[in-house]
Structure formats: C-alpha cells, structure tokens
C-alpha cells in the first residue's frame, strides 16, 4: 500500500485505521483514567502553559481519541464541559464508553478539523493531543480553531512529533527489532502469530496514517498565520521516547498475553523515571527540536 498523499485518501487511511484500533486502543497504549493519566496530562498542559489557570468553561478537543486528554481533565477539575470530536465513529463511541464508565457527561461527535460544526468564538479552550500530525490541511484547521475560540481563548496541543525527534527514534526501533527474538527468549514471551484479518489490517494502515512531522518553527508559523498571538512551542521527553519506543518494538513482535507483568511493569516505571529525566535535567536546556514531542501553546487577541 503507497502513503496517501491527497486530501480524501489520508482522511480515508486515519477513519479506516482508527477505527479498527478503538477497541483496543487504551490497551495498547496504556492510557490511564486514574491518578496517573490526570498526572501526565496535566504535566504535559503545565508544560505547554508554563502554569495551569482555570477551570475552562466551554473546551474543544478535536481528534480526542478515546477520550485521554478530556477525560482526566474533567476529572481534574480543569475544563467544566467538554466537547469531543474526532473523525473516526469507532474512536468516538470508545470515548462515550469511557465516559459513562467514569460518569461524566461529554459532547461526542464526529467531525473533521477544518469544518467544526460549531458556532464562532464558542469555546474558552481548544485542545489536542497527538493529532496535527494526521492533518493533511493545517491552514484550514487553524483557521476553524481560530474561528471557534473566544477572544482571549487558549489553544494548546501535546503529543506532535518533531521531524529531527522522529529520526532520532528510528535507533532505538531498528535496534529494537534486531534484538526482538533474544528478548521473546530471556522473557519466556512467544512470538506474535497474529490476529486475524483485522489486526494485520491495522498493522498496515497504521504505517500511513502519519502525514507531518514538524519543526518548532512549523508550528509557529501556521499558528500565527491564523491569527494566534502567544505563541509559544517547546519540545518534550527524549530519553523516555527513545526507551518507549524501544520497549513498544519489542513487546509488538510478542503474543500480549504472553508478556509478563514483570516486564510490563518494568516498562512502565522506566518510562517514569526517564520522563521525569528528561524534565528535571534535558527540558529547557536543549534546542525543541531534537525531543520527540512537540508542545504548542497560543492565544487568540481580544
């Protein structure tokens, strides 16, 4: 299967992708509605604020997924109500799931970025998290999130992959892949064999359905064309992805159920530990570009 490269063709890839993963989305992924995921949530809206005001009234978050950023921020006291969209139906009933199961009320719907169907100046925030990059038209879509935020209204998105970041991960990956077969054997884990149809279908979609990787500058510049000011972009975790990335190639090539939770929860503390690294020591010091996230912050004048 050729990258898409027309408009339609990568709006087709990301619907058909996302919604064969809704269901096991979370899983994958390992996001959390508990004390951890409000956690990395609100370091990661921290990061991008320098500090978090707040409670947001009326927040808009376009490609919500299942719900993460949300989610947590709602049970974090952060944003009041919240309105979801996302252009896959799959993703958008995992989200009303996962908000029923948490009892809070959220307005999910499908939509796509560059044509929210939603009044002007409607919302007091409008948020992302690891979406931008899936857009094929930036300049529409920042025009509409312009359009639907209030004068003084923040926009923030997480999650965006840097392009020298995104290269970078390329060696823990290779290396990864390479050491995969000594690693199923120390860990007593066996080898994937598949998952029928649908999984190797999402397997191969999910190599396509990326279409930017940014630099800080790109950001900043589609951001203002639109008609933020404030802008403000920096970058996030470096060593953490590079470990991430590394543990994800591995654990990819083994049956799930076979890994052990020791591993798993080796994993998930080292990531921890390398996050708060990268904060505490690497953040702040070294040029946004070379970490692997991205971070974007602006305003809308009054």
Known sequence: MAAPSAPDAIRDVNVRYHDLAADTYDAKWGIDYGPSGQAQVLGKLRKALGAI????????????????F?????QAGVIEEATCTDISPGMVE???????????????????????????????LVLGHAVLHHLPDLAAAFGELHRVLKPGGLLVFAGEPSRWGD???????RSALLLAPLWRRAVGAPALNGHGVAHAEENE????????????????????????????????????????????VLEATAEPEGIPMAWRRYAYHGYLAL????????????????????????????
């Open 167 to 173: 290269l970078l991960a390329e060696v823990p990956k």
């Open 205 to 248: 979609l999910e190599r396509h359905v990326d279409v930017h990787a940014f630099a800080p500058g790109d950001l900043e510049r589609v951001a203002r064309a639109a008609g933020f000011d404030q802008v403000r972009v920096r970058g996030e975790e470096l060593l953490a992805n590079w470990f991430g990335w590394a543990n994800r």
């Open 94 to 124: 995992a989200l009303r799931g996962n908000a029923a199961g948490l009892g809070l009320e959220v307005d999910a719907r499908v939509a796509e970025a560059q044509e929210l169907p939603f009044a002007d100046r409607a919302f007091d």
């Open 275 to 302: 996050q708060r690294a990268d904060a505490g020591v690497l953040e702040g010091r070294l040029p946004a570009a070379i970490f692997y996230n991205l971070l974007l912050a602006a305003r809308k004048p009054r």
């Open 70 to 74: 949300s989610l947590n921020l709602m």
């Open 53 to 68: 005001a707040g409670p947001y009234h009326r927040a808009l978050e376009i490609g919500a997924g299942t719900g993460y």
